[in-house]
C-alpha cells in the first residue's frame, strides 16, 4: 500500500470513532432523565412517618411503641386491647397523612404479629428497629406506594 491510502484508512478509521463517539453522546444526552427528586421525598416521607408514628401518644404516658409491646403481649393498654388501639390510631393518622395506598407490619423476630393496610405492589419501604430490654427486637416496616 502507497503511503497516501495508508493515509487515508487512518482518517477512515478515525471518522468513523468520531461518528460513533457522537452517536453515544446523542444516545444518552437525549434519552429521557428518570426524576429521583420525588422519589428521594416519599423516601424520607416514610422515614419521618414512621418515626412520629411510633412517638404518637396514644394516652398518657404511652405511645404506639408501648401499643405494640402491648399488642404482641396480649395485654390492654390505656384500658383497651392493645392490637385494637394500635391498629385504630395507626389508620387513622395514615388516613390524614397518606391518600395512596399503604401496607404496614409489627413484627417480632420473623412473625407478623399485626398488618395494616393490603398494598402489596412496588414503592417506597422503611424500617425501625425497637429495641426492647429483656425482651428482643420489635420492628415496623411500612411500604407506600409511590
Not at 411503641?65 to 390492654?76: E, M, T, V
Amino acid at each position: 500500500m502507497r503511503k497516501s491510502q495508508m493515509e487515508m484508512v487512518g482518517l477512515l478509521v478515525i471518522i468513523i470513532l468520531l461518528l460513533l463517539a457522537g452517536f453515544f453522546y446523542l444516545l444518552f444526552t437525549i434519552s429521557p432523565q428518570k426524576d429521583i427528586t420525588a422519589s428521594a421525598r416519599t423516601s424520607i416521607f416514610a422515614g419521618n412517618l414512621l418515626n412520629s408514628l411510633l412517638k404518637y401518644d396514644v394516652c398518657q404516658g404511652s405511645s404506639l411503641k408501648d401499643a405494640i409491646k402491648s399488642c404482641d403481649d396480649g395485654l390492654p393498654i390505656c384500658g383497651q386491647d392493645g392490637c385494637g388501639l394500635l391498629k385504630d390510631n395507626t389508620e387513622k393518622i395514615m388516613s390524614e397523612l397518606w391518600k395512596k395506598d399503604y401496607y404496614i407490619s409489627f413484627s417480632f423476630g420473623e412473625e407478623d404479629f399485626l398488618v395494616i393496610g393490603s398494598y402489596d405492589g412496588t414503592g417506597i419501604a422503611y424500617v425501625q428497629y425497637i429495641n426492647v430490654p429483656g425482651k428482643g427486637v420489635y420492628s415496623a416496616k411500612i411500604l407506600l406506594e409511590e
